[in-house]
């Protein structure tokens, strides 16, 4: 199970502890359902209700296409995207024997980047899936009209039997085109806004079709929910919530996620999105960032070690990595490195961290440290809902609603009136 270690924040506190006070508080509002956005709160059911209803279609269908495609094409922006992208990222190695090549689309409008992608698969059959919950957004409804029309060139009729839709089961645009075509629909749940919905179809659809267990990806949440729905001071999620609000309490108002995996990258941009969205209104928040160490120590490092102090570190470790490798020796030990000679790399990547920590602590970056036990696909389910929690946890006790996002609003409304949206669409 996740583990949070303060130890790192205890020099830079007033005389006053976190506060478990307050996160009780919000704890008591998330799980009555009483606090600003309740009825969004699905999401703390969400992997006990798609085992019981969705999982078998959400298998079913990834099997239907990784027996007929080399490719899935999926289309998505946001909080349809990022979660599904972050799991394929971070299992992928692992995880992935006998799954599809996942492409993602949708989640900007970059055309060079589409072209890249339509190249790359060339004459590959692929399925597509395509994943908005409002099903206006602009992005991918554009996307989707281009694989629309590569689907439909390539199989003629029978293009609509390669796409599923993902959305809301009964507003929208691409509901209503899905009903009149008779695409395979998954359903984005009421109560679930885009940012908490990763355990529903939108992102276990192509995490399966991956190669990803997805049962074990909810068997794993679905317990550890169980657990943090206990309250007090030794929850993971109130250290965690509690340890960066009486931190930003004291002025660190940024807070940098460092990894020291790669593949971990998406997963860092899902947390800003989760983090940002849910706290960053009412003109308060703190302020998600990421660093993947150690190589952004040599980019970032000096920054951090040594420039104004308004940054708190969470660094993510993996207590074990999946793979080993011993440093070799080296006759003449003419690179001088023979001291390292028979370690295990991974040992290497630990003990580096834990040096940073200590650097960073003097330099007077304050660090919080979680512990993951391994990179698979249980460890993806726990974290998934560890940050679920701790995010609303942490919204609810600076007083904001975890669940709306308004301002994504503004930015929409001025490009539609650039590009010279009609008003009747
Ligand atoms: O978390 C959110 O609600 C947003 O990030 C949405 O997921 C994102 O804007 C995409 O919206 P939609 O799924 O309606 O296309």
């Not at 390539?154 to 507003?171: M, V």
Request: hydrophobic content about 40%.
């Amino acid at each position: 199970m996740i583990k949070v270690d303060l130890s790192g924040i205890s020099t830079f506190l007033d005389s006053a502890d976190p506060d478990y006070a307050a996160a009780a508080q919000a704890h008591r509002v998330l799980l009555d359902g009483s606090g600003a956005g309740g009825e969004f709160t699905g999401w703390l059911e969400l992997p006990r209700r798609t085992i019981k209803n969705e999982l078998k279609s959400i298998l079913s269908a990834a099997a239907k296409i990784k027996s007929r495609s080399k490719a899935l094409v999926v289309i998505g922006i946001g909080g349809s995207y990022l979660g599904a992208k972050a799991a394929v990222d971070m299992l992928g190695k692992t995880d992935n024997s006998e799954g599809c090549k996942i492409y993602f689309v949708g989640s900007g409008l970059s055309v060079d980047y589409l072209n890249d992608i339509i190249t790359e698969l060339g004459d590959d059959d692929f399925d597509v899936n395509v994943i908005s919950k409002s099903g206006t957004t602009l992005e991918p409804a554009l996307a989707f009209r281009i694989f629309r029309g590569l689907l439909e060139r390539k199989y003629g009729k029978a293009a609509k039997k390669h796409i599923f839709a993902t959305t809301d089961n009964e507003r929208g645009v691409l509901k209503k085109m899905a009903d009149e075509e008779g695409w395979d629909c998954f359903v984005v749940p009421d109560d679930v806004g885009g940012r908490y919905s990763v355990l529903s179809a939108v992102g276990l659809l192509p995490m399966a079709v991956s190669g990803i267990d997805i049962s074990e990806v909810l068997g794993s949440a679905s317990e550890y929910l169980s657990e943090l729905a206990s309250p007090g001071p030794s929850n993971p999620a109130w250290q965690y919530a509690a340890g960066r609000q009486k931190l930003y309490g004291l002025g660190y108002s940024t807070e940098l996620l460092a990894y020291y995996e790669p593949s971990f990258r998406f997963m860092a941009e899902w947390w800003k999105q989760l983090f940002g969205e849910s706290e960053g209104k009412n003109g308060i928040g703190i302020f998600p960032a990421s660093l993947e160490y150690t190589a952004d120590l040599h980019s970032m490092g000096q920054f951090v070690q040594d420039g104004p102090r308004f940054l708190m570190e969470t660094v993510l470790q993996f207590e074990k990595a999946n793979s080993e490798f011993k440093i070799p020796f080296a006759l003449g030990d003419r690179d001088g490195l023979n001291y390292l000679a028979g370690r295990d790399l991974a040992d290497v990547n630990r003990t580096a961290a834990a040096a940073v920590k200590s650097a960073h602590i003097l330099g007077g970056v304050p660090n919080i440290e979680i512990l993951v036990p391994r990179r698979d696909a249980a460890g993806f389910g726990e974290l998934v809902v560890f940050f679920q929690f701790a995010c609303a946890v942490s919204a609810y006790m600076s007083g904001v609603n975890p669940f709306d996002q308004p301002g994504v609003e503004a930015y929409k409304k001025s490009m539609f009136r650039m590009l010279g949206k009609p008003s009747d669409k």
